[in-house]
């Protein structure tokens, strides 16, 4: 994969075109269409059984074959486990994968919840131990665990300040609470997920609205949605992802693949985005404890400087 | 890993056209589409304009009439027969007018049950002439269910039904299935946003090949997405292609689809 931070073109709101849709595939990309087609990075995997769904697996094994079949450079795993049992216990599956999978770019994402009483002492402490383990992002489900948005604030600063995104489902919150989240918040990346076909008013509200909202390709169903976004230069905000454990990675793949989006634009949603956010795209970082060095010096600042600057001009 | 264009000859049984008032869909109109079918090598796509489904299914029918005259080669037409608005004068216009292929119900959005006498004329033009109904399907549904076929199968044994989404959900998938294996002129058609690869393989090795179709629902859902689920199945490349247009050819002989002359013009199936 030859795409990087540094050939990524940040967007503001007062130049948007309708340059990355081309039915030609005009490119200024020299790559072939075996590089364009590989080292994507998949941003949503969930580890663990689905209870009720006829899915593929999704432990270690099925999770190496899956950047296998698909030439993919690396994914954020989170864990089944926290969405649907144990939130903060459920951690250690997703870091347990992503350990055993580090020399393939598997990242962990954790999940979060308000600091409660003989269940989660401190927020604070939850992202510093994460920073530890090299966790690359947070995910809430506000819905699902029964809490209110706002609970959550001292998390969000945390995550601001360590400049590590903040994933949710659209069905787990608001729009108008993401919108609350994202305004207090402007230097905190957050990836909605699951946005389906219907909501594109809502999507479109919090796009324009706020630099720092990104939208991923997990059921993002909407007919031509990949490239209204492309064409309203927004392509920087969408970020390749399957959703393995919750969907058929077929549609994703299929979706980015087969779209009308230009070869250098497939590539910034394959994996381009995703360098900037989850610091991805170095396949070779050592796993365990040397993870932790990721959060300080060079490395944590490149990804740093890479949201600022494809946020920047929006702002 | 699959490349940028696309591999397969597809023919999708299960599309719409034109704006929702629900959400917005960017590009509906039909240039838009068959712009999207050049990039995943759809060759036909069978169609029923929103206007026709949500409000008025006269004038959404013409709407779907103009598609076809604009691209008489990649677009075919289903005529919407809504058992409250003159379904009589529709079936009129659908036996005069070779532009339509099909007919599409959707008890759900009309609120009338598949089963009730409303469709009966539906049902009865379907099994004298040939002309296939695809027809909305949605677990526990009071109107569609997958179970309430059995009974339009059983009355009307000559009718081919395609139940469109194949009841949806995981559950209702398996009980599309087993309405399909009592009655042979029951189809299950795959778009759904539950749809999976292991579910859609499932509908195979139950039915055999020769009864499922692809639809994927456009544009409401991107045709991509519904494909990426039939393309990554884990079916062998013979059911794959029966899937992905060699059983429409089949089942639309009353009027063919643009591309063949009426014949059988495929392998045949695992069936």
């Not at chain 1, 131990?129 to 706002?150: E, K, N």
């Amino acid at each position: 994969m030859t795409d990087s931070a540094s050939s990524v073109r940040p967007s503001t709101s007062s130049t948007r075109s309708t340059s990355s849709t081309s039915s030609t595939t005009s490119t200024t990309s020299t790559t072939s269409a075996e590089d364009v087609m590989a080292g994507w990075f998949d941003a949503r995997i969930v580890t663990g059984a689905h209870p009720a769904s006829l899915l593929p697996p999704t432990d270690r094994d099925a999770i190496a074959a899956h950047l296998d079949r698909y030439a993919l450079s690396g994914a954020l795993v989170s864990a089944m486990a926290s969405w649907l049992h144990h939130p903060i216990g459920g951690n250690a599956e997703a870091s347990a994968v992503a350990h055993s999978l580090a020399d393939r770019g598997v990242l962990a994402c954790w999940t979060a919840i308000p600091a409660t009483a003989g269940e989660l002492e401190s927020l604070t402490a939850l992202v510093d131990r994460a920073l530890d383990q090299g966790v690359a992002a947070f995910r809430i489900h506000p819905l699902s665990h029964g809490f209110s948005p706002g609970l959550l604030n001292e998390l969000y600063a945390a995550l601001e300040t360590n400049r590590l995104p903040l994933c949710i489902d659209a069905a787990e919150i608001s729009w108008a609470d993401l919108s609350t989240i994202a305004t207090r918040h402007p230097e905190l990346p957050i990836v909605v997920s699951n946005v389906g076909y219907r909501k594109l008013r809502e999507l479109w509200a919090a796009l324009d609205g706020h630099a720092n909202v990104f939208v991923d390709l997990v059921d993002f169903a909407a007919h031509q949605g990949v490239e209204w976004l492309a064409a309203n230069n927004l392509a920087d905000r969408l970020l390749f992802a399957t959703g393995l454990g919750l969907r058929d990675p077929g549609e994703g793949v299929v979706r980015l693949a087969w779209s009308g989006l230009d070869d250098a634009t497939v590539q910034l949603v394959g994996s381009g985005n995703a360098s900037r956010l989850f610091g991805s795209g170095n396949a070779s970082r050592p796993s365990g404890s040397e993870n932790a060095d990721r959060t300080s010096g060079s490395e944590n600042a490149d990804r740093t400087s890479g949201v600022r600057r494809a946020d920047g001009g929006r702002s | 890993m699959i490349g940028r264009r696309a591999e397969y000859r597809v023919i999708d049984v299960h599309a719409h056209l034109g704006p929702y008032s629900l959400f917005y869909i960017p590009e509906s109109d039909a240039a838009a589409m068959v712009a999207v079918m050049d990039r995943t090598g759809t060759e036909v796509t069978v169609l029923s304009a929103n206007r026709a489904i949500q409000q008025d299914a006269h004038l959404g029918n013409s709407q779907s009439l103009a598609a076809v005259d604009a691209h008489p080669d990649r677009i075919a037409a289903y005529a919407v027969i809504n058992p409250w608005q003159d379904p009589e004068r529709e079936l009129e216009r659908l036996a005069a007018d070779e532009r339509f292929v099909g007919i599409k119900v959707h008890p759900t959005l009309h609120r009338y049950p598949v089963t009730g006498a409303r469709y009966a004329a539906v049902w009865e033009f379907a099994e004298s002439t040939g002309c296939p109904v695809l027809s909305h399907s949605e677990h526990r549904s009071p109107y569609d269910a997958p179970a309430m076929f059995e009974t339009v199968a059983e009355t009307y044994p000559g009718s081919s039904v395609v139940l469109g989404h194949a009841g949806i959900t995981p559950a209702g998938v398996d009980e599309a299935i087993e309405a399909a294996s009592r009655y042979a002129s029951l189809w299950l058609e795959v778009c759904g946003s539950q749809m999976t690869g292991p579910l859609i393989r499932s509908m195979v090795d139950q039915l055999g090949s020769g009864r499922v179709l692809f639809g994927s629902d456009f544009p409401f859902i991107d045709q991509r997405m519904s494909l990426g689920r039939v393309v990554y199945a884990p079916l062998t490349e013979s059911q794959r292609q029966d899937v992905l247009s060699g059983n429409a050819r089949k089942l639309f002989r009353w009027r063919p689809l643009p591309g063949e002359s009426g014949e059988r013009g495929v392998d045949d199936t695992d069936e």
